[in-house]
C-alpha cells in the first residue's frame, strides 16, 4: 500500500469536511496494514484517525475560553 497516497486521499475528505469518510478509509487502510503485518503503516493510519480526531474535536467541540 501507497500510504502516502492514501493519507492524501484522506487528507481531501477531511479539507472537504467529509470526516465520515475519512474515518472509513484511514479504518480501512489501517486494517490493510494489519493483514500484511505493516507496522510501520498501522502507526501511520493510527496517528490520521487520531488526527482526524483532532479536527472534528476542534470543529465541533466545546470551545473553552480562558
Known amino acids: 500500500m501507497d500510504t502516502e497516497a492514501e493519507t492524501k486521499i484522506?487528507?481531501?475528505?477531511v479539507d472537504k469536511g467529509n470526516y465520515h469518510a475519512a474515518m472509513n478509509i484511514s479504518i480501512s487502510a489501517l486494517n490493510e496494514c494489519r493483514r500484511n503485518n505493516n507496522q510501520r503503516g498501522i502507526e501511520t493510519f493510527l496517528d490520521v484517525?487520531?488526527?482526524?480526531?483532532?479536527?472534528?474535536?476542534?470543529?465541533?467541540g466545546r470551545q473553552q475560553s480562558g
Open 10 to 13: 484522506i487528507q481531501q475528505f
Open 49 to 60: 484517525i487520531k488526527g482526524i480526531a483532532n479536527t472534528m474535536a476542534g470543529v465541533f
